[in-house]
């Protein structure tokens, strides 16, 4: 079973301070995903990473695939309380079904 | 478009009672998933499907079972309720059948929280 290591497991921050969270495996991945959960509802995905090396943009959140295809980054620039929540990554191994982390939970206070 | 509906949202069940959850999605994927979501420990997966008929286990499928009779639902049949059980259950979909599957994301239902007493 693959396994995805996410870090850090809590985040609690001010409004307009930057993070970057991050996701490891020592396996592998054709793509990664990143989600977003809020209180009592399903994950939101965010972004898919397919490349090695490739960055995507999403207004102030900034995703990064690494070289080797086994780890990815989340950078949020200024981040606001609409910000706060559950950032799962998953990743697709073939083609069986996503793998996720336990996710990083983040707060940002107004 | 609905997307992903689960039902119930809330549910109590005693001890060795049985229940279905039920998940229709309205997008045409070919893929169906469930997975449970338990505090701090991420989303795990129970059974999943790659179509009509077509259905395999997960990482955790003891105490469960699933059909697909149709592409739209995907019920997930809890036998025997134990307190294990306990847990927010998570179902899924994806992939409309062409392109690469793992450029697809999944789209979630909002959940079932289940608790067994």
């Known amino acids: 079973t693959q396994l995805l290591e996410q870090s850090p497991q809590f985040l609690s921050i001010q409004e307009g301070e930057n993070l970057t969270v991050y996701c490891n495996s020592s396996s592998v991945f054709s793509s990664l995903q990143w989600y977003r959960q809020e209180p009592g509802e399903g994950p939101v995905l965010l972004v898919t990473v397919v490349t090695g090396g490739e960055v995507k943009k999403l207004k102030r959140l900034t995703f990064q695939f690494g070289d080797a295809r086994k780890d990815s980054s989340l950078h949020i620039t200024a981040a606001q309380p609409g910000d706060t929540g559950l950032y799962l990554c998953?990743?697709?191994?073939?083609?069986?079904?996503?793998?996720f982390g336990k996710g990083t939970r983040l707060s940002v206070i107004a | 478009n609905a997307g992903v509906t689960q039902t119930p949202k809330f549910r109590i069940l005693k001890i060795g009672q049985s229940m279905t959850l039920q998940c229709a999605q309205d997008?045409?994927?070919?893929?169906m998933y469930w997975y449970r979501q338990d505090p701090g420990m991420g989303l795990k997966l129970i059974y999943y499907s790659v179509g009509a008929g077509i259905t395999d286990k997960g990482e955790v499928p003891n105490g469960y079972n699933v059909s697909r009779s149709t592409t739209e639902d995907f019920p997930l049949r809890l036998e025997l309720a134990a307190p294990s059980q306990t847990s927010v259950y998570f179902c899924?979909?994806?992939?409309?059948?062409?392109?690469?599957?793992?450029?697809?994301?999944?789209?979630f239902g909002s959940g079932t929280r289940l608790t067994v007493v």
């Open positions: 997008m045409n994927h070919n893929y």
């Open positions: 899924a979909s994806s992939y409309p059948g062409t392109g690469t599957l793992t450029n697809y994301g999944y789209t």
């Open positions: 998953a990743g697709f191994s073939g083609n069986t079904p996503l793998v």
